[in-house]
């Protein structure tokens, strides 16, 4: 195998487009192929392909999803079936257990690996070893700007916060599925989709998102506020194509320190 890996993109969106300037800045071991994109954009600087196939059949040895939960389902099984590590950021997605399942064969059969950056958390590694010897409870609260979860005329004459969502996390992925891959990336470090809790506030004083996680077990406490940058786009943090680059910098590196 070359001691440089192709990394190919699905999506050409906010974070497509910030990891794949990472690596073209030069990344260890790690090079850029190109986007995969539903039409011609011009402007990317680097190779365009219509589809996943056509993206594995030029060498793509890492996939990263970095476009939507559809995204995720239709490039997923192939790249993984063919062998390619695929790092995606739509982890919301994998509240579909069928998904999941489909996902997981593919990479069994391979050896390739499915992987999910921390995203918009944090402490997901201290929750996969809580994990192990039992965890009592996790809550992952999600405070966004209100016109990220209202109606604009309702979220401008929002005054305090307002809880719109409590519930357990395969229900919110699947009532805001644009904006809960945070609470989808804690359910799978830690108690699952079932049995974590989630909640979202509109929060009237904040103009990035802001995550709250605390979990409880035989380990202990745990308690972490994340206050994110946002993108250009509201509903991203700045972080999240971050913690791709750090994904990647992990599949090739010689000494990985948990993420």
Known sequence: M???????????????????????????????LGYVVR?????????????????????????????????LRECGEPALAAGADLVCTSVGALADPGLRSRLWAAGVASGARLVVPSGAVGALDVLGAAAEDGLDEVVIEQRKPPRTLLPADE???????????????TEVVSLYPKTTNV???????????????ARVVADPSLRANQALLTARGSFGELALRLDNVATANPRTSAITAQSVVAALRRLVAPLVVPG
Request: proline share 3%; hydrophobic share 50%; glycine share 14%.
């Open 155 to 169: 979220a401008d004459a929002l005054t305090e916060p307002r809880v719109v969502f409590d519930g357990t996390v």
């Open 183 to 197: 609470a989808a990336a804690v359910a799978l470090a830690g108690l699952g989709f079932d049995a974590t809790r």
């Open 2 to 32: 070359s001691d440089v890996r192709a990394v190919g993109i699905v999506g050409a969106g906010t974070i497509g487009r910030a990891v794949g300037a990472r690596l073209q800045e030069g990344l260890p071991g790690l090079k850029l």
């Open 39 to 71: 039409a011609p954009k011009g402007d990317l600087d680097a190779r365009e392909f219509a589809s996943v196939g056509d993206l594995l059949d030029a060498g793509a040895q890492i996939v990263v999803e970095a476009a939507s939960h559809d995204a």
